[in-house]
């Protein structure tokens, strides 16, 4: 409840962690306060290539905060979630350009610009965001760089992970077999743990909860027949009132679930409706970055990297393979796009 809790409140722009410097958290808003003015000059600062001993030193802020202010998206009014940033509902202190010009000078490779791609890119072996970098020869990449060091992952191309998003997408678009594999996968509903029957079969929870109701209620009708003690009553209303809040509880997760799973449905349909009308290969060809990047924040939830395989993962539908060669890529040359839905 907590997990989706969080997750809900996401969504909606909101905050969910500690306030950072700068703002103060007032009825669970995000607030900019009196230090407001020194995260602008942070910025101002590093995108005239102030070190950032020299920007703690002028604004005396401590080194780790200037650096962790340098790297929070927070600023530009969005919000974090499970290493994801979404867009919040608070006031931005910079724009999207002053945040652009200080990250020029943060992080030697590091590309400044923004690929169509970025913040979706994952690991497959250690699960941690891939970072954006360059190689000096203009060609850019998506490398597993971690506390400055990373996993074992090879560095792929922003361009061949592009062309493996389309591959994907075009698959979902146009191929009516898949689509119903995952109509099929997306009906299988599961639940939490059922509640037994007093024969050991599963009972639903409602039918559960009303058993136990009407327990309690003769336990009730027994005490004020006075043909039970009151040590008795206790105990034995203390059990039935913790078994009245278990399954109440299952049968509020299990309400959150099937909301959930038609959500994914209803959005896996919508999907589904605008690939099946779009050429998305020659769409991509044609559009400028900006354009692609709003089909990718509509589309695509994330691309997974695999030494042998992308996962495309498409809003509302399961993970869809597709294999480095398929896409001009190194890597296995085996044919199977789709293999692992």
Known sequence: NVIMGNARAVREGKWINRPKTGYDLIEGELVPNAQAPFIREVFRLRAAKTSLRSIADQTGLNYSTVDSILKSRIYLGEVLHNGEWFPGRHDAIISEEEWRAAQRSLGRGVQPSRDVLTGRVRCGLCGRRMALQQNGKGGTFYKCWHRGVGCDQSARSTKGLGRAVVKGLHLFGHDEGLRAAVRRRLSGRTGGSPVRGTRGRPASPAKALKTLTDKRRKLLELFFAEAISIEGFREAEKEL??????????????????????????????????????????????????????????????????????????????PLTVLPGEVGMKGSQIVGVGDGT
């Not at 290969?281 to 400028?288: D, G, K, M, P, Y």
């Not at 990718?296 to 399961?318: C, K």
């Open 241 to 318: 009132l913790a078994a009245i809040e278990a399954v109440t509880g299952q049968v509020e997760r299990e309400a959150q679930e099937s909301r959930t799973h038609d959500d994914l449905e209803a959005r896996f349909e919508q999907v589904a409706a605008i690939l099946q009308n779009l050429d998305i290969e020659v769409l991509w060809s044609q559009a400028t970055d900006e354009e692609r990047r709003v089909l990718v924040e509509e589309l695509v939830e994330s691309v997974v990297v695999y030494p042998d395989h992308f996962e495309i993962r498409v809003h509302g539908a399961p």
